[in-house]
């Protein structure tokens, strides 16, 4: 089956949408705080489709990150015990008490870390709040690490993307699904090592 395929061109005509700009500001935004789905998704296929903006995009999907990254250090701050019931229910209890065990232990390094590693963002956003860390050193290692992040996404479809293009959508099924794979099995384990 050729989901992904199907998913990937439609990914990239959709990054030709007039309005393409202001979804992946929407996504960005809201991926810092709440959303799932990281903004790659949309930059890539956007970068890729017009590589002379490649670095535009690069710098509205950073900037959106950080404002939904403040709206998430907000969210800790002022909502976590409100929203405690939620977490605990949706079994992130022990997520959040192992990313508080990380911001003990590395300080503003691991929000630096978070930016731009491909792990949930909005663990780490509202973690900070939570714990009262220290705001603008918050902005600036978010700053960096979703920069740093975004910006090498943007460079790699600038500069190499059009060249691998047809290889990319060749082997796009046979990520999708080892992903797929990789996800189910991580769940898989997680369940198991929980009984």
């Known amino acids: 089956m050729k989901i992904f395929t199907t998913l990937y061109d439609k ?4 990054s030709k949408h007039e309005k393409a700009s202001r979804y992946l500001c929407g ?5 810092s705080s709440f959303f799932p789905i990281p903004p790659d998704v949309m930059l890539m296929p956007m970068s890729l489709a ?8 690069a710098w509205l999907t950073t900037v959106f990150s950080i404002l939904g990254g403040i ?20 079994g992130y209890q022990s997520k959040i008490e192992k990313v508080n065990g990380w911001f003990a232990e590395y300080g503003v ?9 491909p792990v949930p963002y909005k663990l780490f956003t509202i973690t ?5 860390m220290a705001f603008l050193p918050f902005v600036i290692a978010s700053f960096i690490g979703r920069g740093a992040r975004f910006f ?11 060249k691998f293009e047809s290889s990319i959508r060749k082997w796009v099924d046979w990520i999708g699904w080892g992903l797929v794979i990789l996800i189910l099995m991580y769940i898989g384990y997680k369940m198991l090592s929980s009984h």
């Open 109 to 117: 390094w691991i929000v630096f870390v978070a930016g731009f590693s």
């Open 152 to 162: 090498l996404v943007a460079g790699l479809m600038r500069f190499g993307g059009q």
């Open 50 to 57: 017009q590589p002379n903006k490649a670095f535009y995009y």
């Open 71 to 90: 709206l998430g250090y907000a969210i800790g701050y002022w909502a976590m015990d409100l929203l405690m019931p939620l977490i605990e229910s949706l």
């Open 128 to 132: 900070a709040g939570a714990s009262a």
């Open 27 to 31: 996504l960005s935004f809201a991926e």
């Open 11 to 14: 990914a990239l005509l959709w």
